[in-house]
């Protein structure tokens, strides 16, 4: 229930209602019974969960019906990360899982134009088998990769489980996506089946990429199968590797059960691709069980999703939000899938679906709810349905808070941060407990989520370092191609041997509760949408004109997110000419979600002495760090072009009122 008179950062706004029947509480008293632990209030549970981690997983696995085949044994081998082994010697099938649950309407999907369909178990479970069996038939076995470019569509969701059915790894990336952008992901997994489509929706237009997708397939010489799923009438690029279309893939005779290929507990998954922010992305390896196990646990405790909830959430099949949405099957729940943009043709779009499909749970990103506070609309009684509001992909502000509790109702907001790197989340929300504005309020079960300082001291009260003393079974298996392992150890546990750090900046309170305060590394993300620097260097570098380039995202006061790019051009071009230039080139490579919100002509950028751009620097900068505080002079190559830099940040500061 609301809490009227909440206005201040900290304040609580919402309380749980006692007659709430959650999950949660089901989970806590359960263990309450069972003598586990004394109290079911969230903070008894949480800390049972970190001290005592096999109990909690064994406990919640059973609580979650996870099957796992084989021989009961130890839940973990090994203590120290990177390397524990989880559930070793048990089986599971992740698609079996996701795939038992449920009768009647399994999926909906909501094309752009409108155009509503309903999927029921029956269908589901039959075009899954279908394709799995095509995929066998195509020789595809346990451990081949499947890739595939697709948008927020039933079939993204079919490919998933299909290539999960037989053991194979998953990888998909958003149709918005250039060419360069797919084939230095996806070139690195060498797939046998590409499942895509020759145009997608996006603001009311039909895009026609049969000329970035011709080229991904030429990229990708280990092709041995193109599956073309097109509806929108756009023509199909003429390529030498065999083609099927999705209609005859999934062709049969009779009704075909999918088959399920029972593989290790941490068998590879899917492929999930970080950002890129240092070079080519890094892929990033899950495993059936413990991807399983954690979105299990952010969808039944952390999100109190039930059988028969219809959860959508606005989600790019690039995000690793979207895997989210697409698993709610796995508790009996129906994905709504949304396909085109969230805003057209008028920004209530989302919330108009939320009614219309008696939504209970959505998933948004904080920029989205921002937007919509800043567009002024007002939901009230229009979404009787909704109970919950899950916020994730940058940090709420607390007038984020406020707009949802008073512009959408009475409604539980579940604030929650993880990441692509865990496919699951460090801190977040709980139904037990108050909501207070601005704070995320808890640390998730079983992640022992600290705020540490530079001399590896976990604080309280200001600001640190986001780092996970202890394993999660959904940390990354390995990073594809890195068989020495020297890129996960440097991305995870070189600052903090032996300890997780994320790269985000967090604040704990004493209560549990925290503060994403953003990345403190230069990762871009604009609401709720991660990509590196390299993949826009890539892009704007190719240009004659540009010399080089540095681009930085940086947090702003509560709500502006603000993305400059800085250009060094070739001497003799016009500067007006050089910006339509790389605005031109971003929108067609990359996506027009990534144009920067000022394009700024300096004489140089700036590096360390190695030769390595100064983003975060600069980011600071505009934070309002001074440059004494961000850099040494003698570790730059050029200290006189970074005070130009300093000057631009007080510029920009001085116009923003919300920066200071």
């Not at 199909?236 to 999918?258: F, G, K, Y």
Request: net charge negative; glycine share 10%.
């Amino acid at each position: 229930m609301i809490v009227d008179g909440a206005s201040n950062p900290g304040d609580v706004a919402w309380m749980p209602n006692n007659g709430w029947a959650s999950n949660m509480t089901r989970f806590a008293e359960r263990l309450v019974r069972q003598g586990l632990i004394d109290k079911s209030d969230y903070e008894s549970l949480w800390a049972w969960s970190v001290e005592e981690p096999s109990a909690f997983w064994t406990e919640f696995a059973d609580f979650a019906d996870v099957r796992l085949d084989g021989e009961a044994g130890p839940v973990t081998v090994g203590d120290e990360m990177p390397g524990v082994s989880w559930f070793p010697g048990r089986r599971v099938n992740f698609a079996e899982h996701l795939l038992r649950q449920g009768d009647g309407v399994a999926v909906i999907t909501i094309d752009e134009h409108g155009d509503r369909t309903e999927h029921d178990w029956t269908q589901l479970r039959a075009d899954v088998g279908a394709l799995g069996g095509a995929l066998r038939q195509w020789g595809i076995v346990s451990g081949d990769r499947v890739a595939a470019v697709l948008s927020n569509t039933y079939e993204a969701l079919v490919g998933l489980l299909a290539v999960a059915s037989v053991g194979a790894v998953w990888s998909i990336c958003s149709p918005e996506f250039g060419s360069g952008a797919i084939i230095s992901r996806f070139a690195q997994l060498e797939p046998r089946v590409l499942l895509t489509a020759s145009c997608y929706q996006l603001g009311g237009r039909t895009r026609d990429r049969s000329r970035e997708i011709a080229e991904v397939i030429d990229a990708l010489p280990t092709l041995d199968k193109v599956v073309w799923v097109d509806s929108l009438g756009s023509s199909r690029p003429e390529t030498e590797v065999p083609t099927v279309l999705w209609a005859d893939a999934l062709s049969t005779d009779s009704p075909r059960a999918p088959q399920f290929e029972p593989v290790d507990f941490s068998h590879p998954l899917w492929v999930l691709f970080s950002s890129g922010t240092t070079g080519v992305p890094k892929g990033i390896v899950h495993g059936h069980g413990g991807v399983l196990l954690e979105i299990l646990k952010m969808l039944l405790l952390h999100s109190e999703l039930k059988t028969g909830d219809r959860y959508l959430s606005i989600a790019s099949t690039s995000w690793v939000v979207w895997n989210t949405l697409a698993s709610a099957i796995a508790v009996g729940a129906v994905p709504v899938l949304v396909d085109g943009s969230p805003t057209y043709p008028t920004p209530d779009r989302i919330w108009r679906i939320v009614s219309q499909e008696s939504v209970a749970a959505i998933g948004v990103s904080a920029g989205y709810i921002h937007s919509c506070r800043k567009d002024g609309l007002d939901l009230r009684g229009t979404v009787p349905s909704l109970r919950t509001v899950q916020v994730t992909g940058s940090p709420l502000s607390v007038d984020g808070y406020r707009w949802i509790l008073d512009r959408v109702g009475d409604v539980w907001i579940s604030s929650m941060s993880g990441g692509t790197d865990i496919a699951s989340v460090f801190v977040a929300g709980s139904p037990s407990l108050p909501v207070r504005l601005g704070r995320i309020p808890a640390r998730a079960l079983a992640v022992d989520a600290q705020a540490w300082n530079e001399r590896g001291e976990s604080i309280v009260g200001e600001p640190g370092e986001l780092v996970v003393t202890s394993p999660m079974p959904s940390m990354p298996l390995f990073f594809w191609g890195d068989s020495s392992g020297q890129r996960y150890q440097e991305a995870y546990f070189e600052k903090y041997p032996g300890r997780w750090c994320h790269g985000d900046i967090i604040d704990f309170d004493s209560d549990g509760s925290s503060v994403i305060h953003g990345r403190s590394d230069s990762t871009l993300n604009r609401n709720g949408l991660r990509m590196g620097p390299a993949d826009i260097y890539q892009v704007v570098e190719n240009l004659p004109e540009v010399v080089e380039a540095l681009v930085v995202g940086a947090e702003l006061g509560t709500e502006d997110y603000f993305m400059p790019l800085f250009l060094h051009i070739t001497d003799g071009f016009d500067v007006a000419t050089v910006q339509e230039a790389v605005r031109a080139a971003i929108r067609q490579e990359l996506s027009g979600r990534y144009l920067p919100d000022d394009i700024v002509t300096m004489r140089r950028i700036p590096h360390t002495r190695t030769g390595k751009k100064l983003e975060v620097p600069v980011k600071r900068l505009l934070q309002g760090a001074a440059l004494s505080d961000v850099v040494s002079a003698g570790a730059v190559d050029d200290f006189a072009v970074l005070q130009d830099y300093a000057a631009y940040a007080a510029q920009v500061r001085a116009s923003k009122p919300g920066a200071s």
